[in-house]
């Protein structure tokens, strides 16, 4: 018996001088050990599985985005349908968070001036009343600001001015 525990205790004295000696050797002939090493030996070459495995994932995944969209659409869960009660015919943004929107009930128009916590009705229209490229279906009630674009409106107004004074300028000389 102590003999068996006498060898065991020289194997383990030999394995860790072992153990030793591999580690200086690895410290004493570091720079041999790592300039063997080529550049981009470490990174296995993908090959043609890797390849189609990874192409048949990304295929996988696309159809299940699609598939995703397809049954949002058939049960109703995008948020664009026009078979509602509740129908938005147009609508502005007047700045960072307030809004105006026109909004068809029935038969009717209605105008709403929406900002962070308040909705407000600002007006009131039959359904159809206006077109809606922007331009009057009649003629346009008094009182009502001018339609079209602000650029357009901003040079009839500059040509009435200078009309005007052209006018005055020419009245004044004779």
Known sequence: MKRLAAWAALAMTLAAHTAHAADMNAVNHAAQIASGVGAGTAVPSLGVGAVLQTLLGLAIVIAFVFGCAWLA?????????????????????????????????????????????????????????????????????????????????FRDALAGEATKRLQKFAGGSK
């Open 73 to 153: 659409r058939k049960f109703g869960v995008a948020g664009s349908q026009r078979t509602g009660l509740v129908k938005v015919i147009g609508g502005a943004s007047l700045g960072n968070k307030e809004r105006v929107s026109v909004v068809e009930i029935g038969d009717t128009w209605l105008v709403l001036g929406a900002a962070p916590g308040n909705v407000r009705l600002l007006h009131t229209m039959p359904a159809g009343s206006v077109a809606l490229n922007g331009t009057d279906a009649g003629a346009p009630p008094e009182g009502q600001p001018p339609q079209g674009s602000f650029g357009q409106r």
